[in-house]
């Protein structure tokens, strides 16, 4: 059965700082690219950011540039999204998600439609 599991989430205050994971079941992280998306009450779901199998990166949202980092651990089948100096505009439901056995090293989606496998998503609140 292919998983992936988030965790991490929690109360923080603005400035504060939190480690996201998404630990992977059923398949070889290596084999396949994650992304990160949010849902913010009354809003849109919203790629933040992704991670394709060579490990480069892309951001989506511009205000999460250089706060938000993603990366990932093939040996832990794990994924995480390391989130700093946190703002109340942040506080969403955040779920990795991921595209198994594609061939594109390259693979870098932003649109939820594009993933096969979804997290039950980890709340993330930002106190003022």
């Known amino acids: 059965q292919l998983q992936l599991v988030e965790s991490g989430g929690g109360l923080v205050q603005a400035g504060g700082s939190l480690r996201l994971s998404c630990k992977v079941s059923g398949f070889a992280l290596e084999i396949a690219p994650i992304a990160w998306f949010r849902q913010a009450p009354g809003k849109e779901r919203e790629g933040v950011s992704c991670?394709?199998?060579?490990?480069?990166?892309?951001n989506f949202v511009d205000s999460v540039k250089g706060r938000f980092t993603i990366s990932r651990d093939n040996a832990k089948n794990t994924a995480y999204l390391d989130m700093k100096n946190l703002l109340p505009e942040d506080t969403a439901v955040y779920s990795c998600?991921?595209?198994?056995?594609?061939?594109?090293?390259?693979?870098?989606?932003?649109?939820?439609?594009?993933?096969?496998?979804w997290g039950q998503g980890t709340q993330v609140t930002v106190s003022s």
């Open positions: 998600a991921s595209k198994v056995y594609d061939t594109n090293s390259t693979y870098c989606g932003r649109r939820g439609i594009e993933y096969d496998y």
């Open positions: 991670i394709n199998r060579r490990g480069e990166a892309k």
